[in-house]
């Protein structure tokens, strides 16, 4: 007859229990995953719950009712509960693990607004196991996809205290929970835009609070003024790891109905000054971004820059839809491109990846052994 079995690794703890749920828990008693019936939850520090499924092949990422999510959260916290009082091996790893149900832990969200304010920060896909500091706020260019969800904010930079300041709250508010973390994430998108030697000294601070590898994003509007490959050298010495760059597209077409001024050859030297600065870069390219108008031009476009980057072990590529869910992109797409369904854009990922390898191999005579991954921008709400 099955039972509940119980892991602890890493600093998270695992339940199965004999209807084959699983719930995943950092050791601050917070729900991480919760899977059920081939349907899987992921939540939020903020305490909201995402349902994460298929529907025709496409992975559909939506945010539950609160009902929805009290009766996962609820069942989670029982399945927690429950193996903490049957004669388990791992039961004694799993007595300090406090039972959170969900009213419980809608006292995050206070703390967490209290810490990050009304917008939730982005993160990238392979960083929702991270700890989210904010050197800045808001971003200095807000017409990118990925700067949108942060319009509404002031651009700002704490000083040096103010952050100090702010990572020691951090910490507090993560408590046992930062077992399960595996980074340190700076942001808003343009923290590494910020005075060098606030940069420097975030940076120290960070490595010396959490011993943990920091990664960030990066501006590729306003970045090219201002930061040389000195600067980046300078950051990897005192801690930055990766570095993850946001490409709508390569096409110049397209990027003038966005009014997005990019330069493309400072974003093609941009990248390469990061990598002769030995930091590992991943790319966040936008599928879908030309429309049903410039769908080819956009897939070569963007494997034509890519392919004059020196991109090589360690780097990744991340296939995202353009939109999430930005009415401002669909407005002007409607308007110039001819807005594409999310099958179109879902049919773009085999060209754009197809079209990434097989440039680099013609303009490098070698193969692309970079992995090039599909995730949505939805999903990655911290």
Partial sequence: MPEFSVKVNNGIVSVVSPEVEVANFDMGGRLLHFTTKGIMYRRSLENDLFRIGWKDDLRVVEKVSVEEARTVTDRSAEMLETSQNIELKES??????????????????????????RISPVIPPDQLNTIYVGLTSGCKWNRSTLCKSYSEREYTTLDIDEFRSHVDRVKTFMGRGLSARRSVFI?????????????????????????LPVYSFLDIFTMPKTKRMAHFQLMKRHGLERVYVAIETGDYRI???????TNISETINLVNNLKMSKIPVSLVVMVGTGGVKFQREHVSGTANIISQMDLGPGDMIYLSPIGSGDPSYNEIAARNFGEMTDNEVHSQLKPMTEAIKNVYSDMNGKEFLVPISFFDLSESVY
């Fill in 255 to 261: 990027i003038r109905q966005f009014n997005e001024h």
């Fill in 187 to 211: 942001g808003d998108p343009n923290s590494l835009n910020a005075d060098q030697k606030v940069l420097e000294d975030a940076l120290d601070y960070i490595v010396q609070t959490f011993h």
């Fill in 92 to 117: 004694s790893l799993l007595r300090d693990v406090p039972v959170r149900r969900y009213d419980e832990l809608e006292k995050d969200r206070v703390s967490f607004n209290d810490l990050y304010g």
